[in-house]
């Protein structure tokens, strides 16, 4: 017999009769299992009502590929919203150690469920509760996708500048050997600093095809190596880089000692050298430091989470976060109305919806395209348009794409389908969060998503309320 008094204290059951619960627990089926043994399963189609009389089990689901488990202690009931919805179940449960359970067949949880009004309304609770917990789940998944594809991005976006940095500094290290040698051959042939100024203003800026830079160099070389230079194959690709003939040198060679032309010559091809690794460090730090800060505005770090925003540099921001998606082949123009000014709004935030709107849009041109970026104003609202000249979205669709988990993307990423909520937490953040309105419109020649925001900020605020999936 099933103590009553057990059957009281699960959630479900706790505003029912002591009648009503004698009727439960005359249908329901007891019986025990071992430690280890697994008495439902993932996907399996529920038929009852699963409730831990005694003990302990796990639930695990296979999550793309991780396990997720979760420990649960008696008394507990298993399934309700699987029973109600009948939906396969979303995890497989296994006996801790020796449990007591019961079965309450599908048919009688129905009778009770049409029957009694307090049975309907907690199991209503219990729904709801399952749907914001799936939901809470979802948005999390959703940012740590995003957080993890935006990291693996700038990771690999520093890496360039970064490794361009350390072997520059590497071969500066390897060069000022070399060049204290330069340096003395400079003394040991008293070359003056005249000759020296006028070899550095030799050359001229400008691109030359590999082609020409290759033949001036051959030229220079051969040049160099009839007046007995050493290492021509150093010097010449240096000087060609900057243009230097040997027209440009005759002159010299024709005044100094072959010692001291030797040694003017290498000299400013050494320093040359240096100054354009100098040039490619100094330029792969700025480029490290621009990343940094963009990351810092974008995630509006070290501010407050809400604040006056400049659109544009929000814009700016996000994109050059996401240079690393963009930079293969997509073009994107920007037209801004540079007139507008600063709005009220939860920066972080926003930049989630331009991050969602182009991220789509780069998904849809499989990476290969044009978008276009368009601000302007209209009476008291900003308008933001992103345009993509995509396949576009089919108009049977076109209705569904903000509603969360709808998604087009099935076998787009190895983990499985897509989570289909970028746009679903796009229109939370405009509508909700900034009283703004997001649309689209869409057709075989690309997709316009359109966002207005109040710049006097948004009546749609709802103090205090913080959405805890989209924020990066
Ligand atoms: N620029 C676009 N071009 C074509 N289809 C789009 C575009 N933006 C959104 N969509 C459609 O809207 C769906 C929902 O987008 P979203 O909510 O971001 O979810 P997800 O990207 O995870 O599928 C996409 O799966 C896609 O079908
Ligand atoms: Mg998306």
């Known amino acids: 017999m099933i103590e009553l008094d057990r059957l009281a204290r699960l959630r479900i059951f706790a505003d029912l009769s002591r009648d009503r619960l004698e009727w439960l627990s005359e249908r329901m089926t007891e019986f025990t299992v071992a430690a280890g043994a697994v008495f439902l399963r993932e996907g399996e189609m529920a038929a009852c009502l699963t409730i831990l009389l005694d003990g302990e089990v796990h639930a695990t689901r296979e999550a793309g590929g991780a396990l997720d488990v979760e420990r649960y202690v008696a008394p507990e009931a298993f399934g309700t919203p699987c029973v109600m919805a009948s939906i396969p179940y979303p995890v497989t449960l296994t006996a801790s150690c020796e449990c007591r359970l019961a079965l309450l067949p599908d048919a009688a949880f129905r ?88 070899l550095g203003a030799l050359g001229r800026t400008g691109v030359q095809s590999p082609f020409q830079q290759s033949d001036c160099e051959a030229r220079l070389a051969d040049w160099l190596a009839a007046r007995r230079v050493a290492t021509p194959w150093r010097i010449a690709p240096v000087l060609a880089a900057h243009h230097v003939t040997p027209d ?45 800060a963009a990351m810092k505005s974008y995630s509006f770090m070290d501010q407050g989470p809400q604040q006056d925003i400049d659109l544009h540099d929000a814009i700016d921001n996000t994109l050059m976060v996401m240079t690393h998606e963009t930079r293969r082949g997509i073009v994107v123009t920007r037209d801004y109305d540079r ?132 924020v990066l």
């Open 111 to 198: 009778e009770l469920f049409i029957s009694c009004g307090s049975f309907s309304q907690a199991v209503a609770r219990v729904m709801s509760d399952w749907l914001t917990a799936l939901e809470t789940a979802a948005l999390n998944r959703s940012r740590l996708a995003g957080l993890g594809k935006l990291a693996a991005g700038l990771a690999h976006e520093l890496n360039n500048p970064a490794s361009a940095l350390t072997s520059g500094l590497d071969y500066l290290r390897r060069e000022l050997d070399a060049l204290e040698g330069a340096a003395l051959a400079l003394g040991r042939h008293a070359v003056s600093k005249e000759t020296l100024d006028g």
């Open 248 to 292: 440009d040198l005759a002159p010299f060679a024709s005044t100094l000692s072959p010692g001291q032309f030797e040694a003017a010559i290498a000299w400013s091809a050494r320093v040359r050298d240096l100054r354009a690794v100098v040039d490619d460090a100094a330029h792969g730090a700025q480029r490290i430091f621009d990343i940094v």
């Open 339 to 470: 007139s507008l000014p600063r709005l009220p709004a939860h920066g972080s935030e926003l930049n989630q919806v331009w991050t969602s709107i182009v991220e789509n849009a780069i998904e849809a041109m499989n990476g290969q395209g044009r978008i276009d970026i368009r601000t302007r104003r209209d009476g008291g609202d900003a308008i933001v348009e992103i345009a993509d000249d995509g396949p576009g979205i089919p108009p049977d669709a076109l209705d569904h794409v903000f509603e969360p988990f709808y998604t087009s993307k099935y076998a787009l990423h190895a983990q499985g389908p897509s989570l289909g909520l970028g746009l679903h937490i796009a229109y939370r953040i405009v509508v909700n969060r900034h009283g703004g309105t997001i649309g689209v419109r869409s057709d075989a020649r690309g997709t316009v998503f359109r966002v207005a925001l109040p710049l006097a900020g948004g009546q749609g605020e709802q103090a205090g309320e913080r959405l805890t999936g989209p």
